[in-house]
C-alpha cells in the first residue's frame, strides 16, 4: 500500500471540502421543486441548513487551496499553469460571492441569478482544479 503524505492529506481535504460545496449546491438544485411541494418556507429553511455546512467547507476549500499553492514553486511552473491558477482564483471568489448575493438575496430575481451563478462558478472552479492537477 503506499504511504500518505501531506501533499495527500491536503489534496484529500480540498477534495472533501469541494465535494460539500459543490455536490450540496448540486443536490440543492436538484431538489429544488420537490423542497416547494412541502411548503413556500421549505427551500429557505432547507437552504440555511446547508449554509451550516456548506461555509465551512467552503472556507476549508479557500485554506487549503492556499495551502496547494504555497506547495507550489510558481517560478518553475509555466505561464499557461500561473494564468490558469489566477482563472481558478478568480472563479472560486465568484463563486463564494456570488453564493452570498444568493443567500442574502431579497428579490426572486437575485436568488435565482446568484444561485446560478454560485453553482456554474463552483462547478467551473472544480474543472480548473482537476486541469491544473492533470497539466502539471
Known sequence: MLSPTTA??????????AMVWVGG???????LPSLRALGPDAPRRIARAFSRIAWPAFAVVVLTGVWNLMAVDIADT???YQVTVFVKVMVVAASGISAAV???????????????VAGLTAIAAVFLGVLLQTGT
Open 102 to 116: 444568493h443567500a442574502g438575496a431579497r428579490s426572486k430575481l437575485a436568488v435565482a441569478v446568484g444561485g446560478a
Open 25 to 31: 449546491q448540486l443536490t440543492l438544485a436538484g431538489l
Open 8 to 17: 495527500t492529506l491536503r489534496l484529500f481535504l480540498h477534495v472533501l471540502a
Open 78 to 80: 509555466s505561464t499557461s
